[in-house]
């Protein structure tokens, strides 16, 4: 069972940067498609960021391109979201999920999600 466990996540003012990090628990994770994703309150949850599962093919959300870095540590398994120029739009719960699939924008896709890390950006 990989586990995947979020963290960087805080209280940042609009036009700053936050890097989250996600640490995945078995090295099945460098050979899977991974993501970030994020739920506003009383919103659905939402794909920002994906890369494939060799690194070739990343994807964002229009919000977030631009502004928004996805990258992987193969040797620590680790996954990272650089997020810089912060609005508070981007204020969520941003978690990292891991597909079995090549790659995919659907949160249907994905099997293993981490416990989220919160966001906050004022304005």
């Known amino acids: 069972q990989i586990q995947l466990v979020e963290s960087g996540g805080g209280l940042v003012q609009a036009g700053d940067s936050l890097r989250l990090s996600c640490a995945a628990s078995?090295?099945?994770?460098?050979?899977?498609?991974v993501g970030w994703f994020r739920q506003a309150p009383g919103k659905e949850r939402e794909f920002v960021a994906g890369?494939?599962?060799?690194?070739?093919?990343?994807s964002y959300s229009e919000s977030v391109k631009g502004r928004f870095t996805i990258s992987r540590d193969h040797a620590k398994n680790m996954l990272y979201l650089q997020m810089n120029s912060l609005k508070p739009e981007d204020t969520a719960v941003y978690y990292c999920a891991l597909t079995i699939t090549y790659f995919s924008e659907r949160i249907s896709d994905y099997s293993y999600w981490g416990q989220g890390t919160q966001v906050t950006v004022s304005s």
């Open positions: 890369i494939g599962r060799t690194d070739v093919k990343t």
């Open positions: 078995e090295r099945t994770f460098s050979s899977n498609a």
